[in-house]
């Protein structure tokens, strides 16, 4: 890998720009804009976002997960509990998702604090998900350290050799989580690196509209 390389790649932001005025009061209502765009555009994987997170030992981490719900109290997910994040997210329960559009050079960043959801929405969600997936919920202790692939493929093979008729039942150790947001910060792409950006915070229960310096 020659640096220089690295060094030289870049791209100006030409499509369009944004401004606080454009902006609805409600943030939510300004996100479920975006994402309409979004799925009008056919970007691709839509609601991939970055889920960011802090454990007790004060180390961040970050991996990509799905947004499968945006509602008025906030963006939901799911994941294993028992996972990195899941121990992560117990020990502090503040988080950040960022979403990136390169189609549309546009990002989202959304910060909060998350909750767990009930037992009944966990259900249904997980039985609304496609077999094989529901499996692989069930094989995989998610972030454990495990001696090699075979047993997992073995124990996916096994639940997918059970009879359709034979329902696959959600583990308890998984489930959804809501961020309810504090913070909204919407990123339009500019030429020279001279961005915009829209936030939102939260100011007891109004929410501050204000543009930030890129």
Known sequence: MENEHIAALRKEYLRDSIDPSDFPADPVAAFADWFDLVLAEQCP?????????????????????????????????????????????????????????????????????VEPLPSSVNDAYFNSRPRLS???ALASMQSSIIPDREGLDAEMQRLMSLPESEALVRPSHWGGYCLVPDYFEFWQGRAGRVHDRICYELNGSDWRKFRRSP
């Open 134 to 136: 529901q499996a692989g």
């Open 45 to 113: 994987e839509p609601n991939a976002m970055v889920l960011s997170t802090v454990g007790a030992n004060g180390r961040p981490s970050s991996r990509v997960v799905l947004l499968k719900d945006c509602t008025a109290q906030g963006l939901v997910f799911f994941t294993n509990y028992k996972s990195r994040k899941g121990e992560e997210l117990f020990a502090n329960p503040y988080a950040c998702l960022n979403f990136f559009w390169h189609d549309l050079e546009r990002q989202i960043r959304v910060e909060g604090k």
